[in-house]
């Protein structure tokens, strides 16, 4: 379980069915805003294209630099869609990659026209890979 992600849930939570100091508004869309613009680019380094769109909508609607001003019943209906959008980022497991490793192992990855980072397939004359920036080491 992805625990990152509970605090913006709760605070949209705790925003949908409350009424609160104004200030406690903006530390929601600071919070909401920067988890989810984390979690787009985690969906798009993963690839999962079909949640990024509705994750960046959130980033944007939830923005603190410019806010949008709605009544507290459109607030509401965000709110609990925005908790609704996040949630499933509670379920996806956090996998961090292994250390890049430079030495005899990577070497036939590269002469196979493989990333060693993250396998992604190689162009015959490229030195970094175009996924992921990892330089590629050939002999």
């Given at each position: ?36 613009a984390w979690f787009a680019f985690q969906l798009h380094s993963k690839r999962r294209f079909l ?68 396998g992604a397939r190689l162009g015959a004359s490229d030195c970094f890979c175009r996924h992921c ?7």
């Open positions: 379980m992805n625990l990152l992600f509970v605090p913006a849930i709760g605070l949209l939570i705790l925003a949908a069915f409350g009424s609160w100091p104004y200030n406690f508004y903006i530390l929601t869309r600071i919070v909401v805003c920067l988890t989810s949640w990024e769109a509705p994750v960046i909508a959130v980033a944007l609607i939830f923005n603190p630099v410019a806010p949008f001003h709605l009544d507290k019943e459109t607030w509401r209906t965000l709110n609990i869609l925005g908790a609704i959008v996040l949630s499933p980022a509670l379920f996806i497991p956090v996998t961090r990659k292994p250390a890049i490793q430079l030495g005899e192992a990577a070497l036939p990855q590269c002469a196979q026209n493989f990333c060693t980072h993250c920036g990892v330089a590629i080491v050939r002999q």
